[in-house]
């Protein structure tokens, strides 16, 4: 039997009967059918969601309303977490440590915090009067309607949460399209909304290709925003879909984010930053550090600590608590890393560790889906240190001045992520001044919290998610300007420039 599409609280098949298969990477094995969502089901989808806008009570609930049956989902996830983690590890080939330490938790605290956006957020802000003539100012904070969302693969549990919490908490309705080869966990998390009393239709998901039921989802006339993460070259045609009914789109995209290792940095916690930074997830997570910046003074020491940790990185099953990184998302996935180290030795750099598929593995696990973690030196203009390759492939380059290693960090068509290290506070505020991009982490790296904005500069995105920034970009802003002078005179216009009305 097949899992189902959820559509206006109800769960269906797709209207043609289609359905599509979903594997672990790790074993290569099915795990489930999905209904195949086409673009009559998108419609259906999206028809269900414009409903319960126009017609339903949750845009009329307070925000206080609202927050209640937001908690309520974070407390049925965080009661599921064990199930739903073994589904998310199984599914996109993340490690159980990452399913149970930041994929549940991180899905329910995001439905945690943007209750309490809609809780304690004013929706009406008193702007005071303005001085001529004599009148004044209210902004009203109002939801857009129906917001679709498009997620990515690769944190899908987390990624579902940011588009559908702070749409439904600001009183829009939501439909979600999760990837194709991890929907599952989307559906887990539907079954929450079900069980917390949302009324139908506020939360659709829809599992299905991103060429018809995603295009669908950017470009349908009923659709009033978009929220999309995923890569930047999908993010181009998501914003041409939408810019036919001028829709709000908000965007997060790839990158290729910068680690500087300042010669004053403490070498120990900063190797293992960056080798969290580059190989958490093997790579494939939106703002990895896959460019280390190290200061030449420290260069050949700190190489030779990251290449000697690397090598003690536990690579195997992802469902063993004890393993910290598992199989890539899919065969071809790996295709793409292997197609990067390629060009990164035809482009003269220099491979210093990993570089070949594993062979050595347990068996039962598929050795097409694990790649071990792969270190070059290069040049940050080679391909391989421009382009996002989505894998473990860290470059190293050294820098001589703060100065250089800025104008490194910045050679980019992304900005994403990025790190500093060192132990001078203001030394390290200084350096991520001059970064052209959306988050800088000052030794540490990936951490994230639905309390901070998250979003990109240039190529990697257009908006924020997560915080008050990230709960503002589901809300429109109207001015209600209000007269409060008795006559008209002194008006520029009719009565002043006629004396006639
Ligand atoms: P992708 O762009 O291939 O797909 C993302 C989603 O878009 C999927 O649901 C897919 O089905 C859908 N899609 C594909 N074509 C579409 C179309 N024409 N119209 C509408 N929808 C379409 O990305 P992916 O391979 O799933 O994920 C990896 C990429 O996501 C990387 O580039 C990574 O950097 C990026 N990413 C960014 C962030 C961030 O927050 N900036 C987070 C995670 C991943
Ligand atoms: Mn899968």
């Known amino acids: 039997m097949a899992e189902k599409l959820f559509i206006g609280g109800e769960w269906v098949d797709a209207q043609a009967g289609?359905?599509?298969?979903?594997?672990?990477?790790?074993?290569?094995?099915?795990?489930?059918?999905?209904?195949?969502?086409?673009?009559?089901?998108?419609?259906?989808?999206?028809?269900?969601?414009?409903?319960?806008?126009?017609?339903?009570?949750w845009p009329r609930m307070s925000g206080k309303e609202r927050a209640e049956r937001l908690r309520k989902v974070a407390e049925l996830i965080n009661a599921k977490s064990a199930e739903i983690s073994e589904i998310e590890a199984?599914?996109?080939?993340?490690?159980?440590?990452?399913?149970?330490?930041?994929?549940?938790?991180?899905?329910?605290?995001?439905?945690?915090?943007?209750?309490?956006?809609?809780?304690?957020?004013?929706?009406v802000e008193d702007r005071g009067t303005n001085p001529f003539p004599a009148a004044e100012s209210i902004v009203r904070r109002?939801?857009?309607?129906?917001?679709?969302?498009?997620i990515p693969w690769n944190f899908p549990f987390i990624m579902a949460s940011w588009k559908m919490a702070p749409a439904i908490a600001a009183g829009n309705t939501s439909v979600i399209k999760p990837a194709s080869f991890?929907?599952?966990?989307?559906?887990?998390?539907?079954?929450?909304?079900?069980?917390?009393?949302?009324?139908?239709?506020?939360?659709?998901?829809?599992?299905?290709?991103?060429?018809?039921?995603?295009?669908?989802l950017a470009q349908h006339p009923s659709v009033d925003k978009v929220a999309f993460t995923g890569s930047t070259e999908v993010g181009r045609r998501i914003m041409q879909l939408a810019s036919g009914?001028?829709?709000?789109?908000?965007?997060?995209?790839?990158?290729?984010?910068?680690?500087?290792?300042?010669?004053?940095a403490d070498l120990d916690l900063a190797a293992a930053g960056v080798l969290f930074g580059t190989f958490f997830h093997n790579g494939q997570v939106c703002e990895s550090g896959t460019r280390a910046l190290i200061s030449?003074?420290?260069?050949?020491?700190?190489?030779?600590?990251l290449v000697e940790r690397a090598g003690k990185i536990v690579i195997g099953d992802n469902m063993d608590m004890a393993t910290d990184l598992g199989p890539l998302v899919s065969p071809s996935q790996v295709d793409t890393v292997?197609?990067?180290?390629?060009?990164?030795?035809?482009?003269?750099?220099?491979?210093?560790?990993?570089?070949?598929?594993l062979t050595d593995l347990p068996a039962g696990l598929d050795a097409n889906a694990f790649y071990p973690p792969t270190i070059f030196e290069a040049d940050n203009s080679m391909k391989i240190a421009q382009e996002e390759i989505f894998g473990p492939v860290l470059c190293v380059i050294p820098f001589d001045s703060d100065d250089e290693a800025i104008k490194l960090a910045n050679d980019s068509i992304y900005g994403l992520g990025g790190g500093v290290w060192s132990k001078d506070a203001d030394h390290a505020q200084r350096v991520a001044?001059?970064?052209?991009?959306?988050?800088?982490?000052?030794?540490?790296?990936?951490?994230?919290?639905?309390?901070?904005?998250?979003?990109?500069?240039?190529?990697?995105?257009?908006?924020?998610?997560?915080?008050?920034?990230?709960?503002?970009?589901?809300?429109?802003?109207?001015?209600?300007?209000?007269?409060?002078?008795?006559?008209?005179?002194?008006?520029?216009?009719?009565?002043?420039?006629s004396g006639n009305i």
């Open 338 to 357: 292997e197609r990067y180290v390629k060009l990164g030795l035809d482009e003269g750099a220099k491979l210093l560790c990993g570089g070949s598929k």
């Open 142 to 150: 109002e939801p857009y309607g129906v917001c679709s969302g498009i």
């Open 182 to 216: 991890t929907s599952l966990s989307a559906l887990e998390m539907a079954k929450c909304v079900q069980e917390a009393d949302i009324p139908p239709g506020v939360v659709n998901v829809v599992t299905g290709p991103g060429g018809s039921a995603g295009e669908e």
């Open 433 to 497: 001044a001059e970064m052209q991009t959306g988050t800088v982490w000052i030794n540490d790296y990936h951490m994230i919290t639905p309390a901070q904005p998250f979003g990109g500069y240039k190529q990697s995105g257009v908006g924020r998610e997560l915080g008050d920034y990230g709960y503002n970009e589901y809300r429109q802003v109207k001015h209600v300007w209000r007269n409060t002078a008795t006559d008209r005179s002194g008006y520029m216009h009719f009565a002043a420039l």
């Open 90 to 123: 199984r599914d996109g080939g993340g490690t159980m440590k990452k399913a149970m330490f930041a994929d549940v938790p991180g899905g329910a605290s995001s439905f945690a915090f943007f209750a309490d956006c809609a809780e304690n957020t004013a929706d």
């Open 18 to 57: 289609e359905t599509f298969p979903t594997y672990a990477p790790s074993t290569g094995e099915k795990i489930a059918d999905l209904a195949k969502a086409g673009r009559e089901d998108a419609q259906r989808a999206i028809q269900a969601a414009r409903d319960a806008f126009d017609n339903g009570p």
């Open 245 to 264: 009914t001028v829709k709000k789109v908000t965007l997060e995209l790839g990158g290729k984010s910068a680690n500087i290792v300042l010669d004053d």
């Open 296 to 305: 030449r003074n420290i260069y050949d020491e700190f190489v030779g600590m």
